[in-house]
C-alpha cells in the first residue's frame, strides 16, 4: 500500500482493518455493492469476521477510471462526501451512516477510502 490508507477494495488487509476500525479484523470478505463499475466511486461491502465492530461496514473508494476521478476531482465530490460523513451527519437528528474512516490525498489524484455502515 503506497498511501496510509486503501485506494482500492485490492488494498484492504486485515492489519489496516483492524488499525482503522480499533478492533481485531482476523478476515474479512469483499463483494461489490452496486452493478457494475460507479460512475465516480467504487461502493463495495465488506464482512468482517474476529472481534470486529461492526460486522458489516460499506467501503467507498475512489472510480477506477481516470476520467470520471478528474470528474469528481473537478467538483470536489470526494471531499465533499467525506465533509458530509465527517462532519454533517454526526449532526443530524436524521438517520444517517456511522463513518468509521475517511481520508484522501490529492496528490497524484483524488484518493478517497470512506467507509461506514
Partial sequence: ??????????ELTTHWLSAVL?????AFSVK????????????????????????TLIAKFQSP????RAVAGLYQLYERAITFYTEIAPTLSIRAPRCF???MTLMPAPLCCCSRI
Avoid: W
Avoid at 477510471?65 to 470520471?68: D, I, K, Y
Fill in 1 to 10: 500500500m503506497t498511501t496510509p490508507f486503501a485506494i482500492s477494495p485490492e
Fill in 22 to 26: 480499533d478492533c481485531q479484523v482476523n
Fill in 32 to 55: 461489490p455493492l452496486d452493478e457494475g463499475v460507479g460512475i465516480l466511486g467504487l461502493k463495495t461491502r465488506v464482512t468482517l469476521e474476529g472481534k470486529a465492530y461492526p460486522k
Fill in 65 to 68: 477510471v481516470a476520467e470520471n
Fill in 101 to 103: 474512516h475517511a481520508a
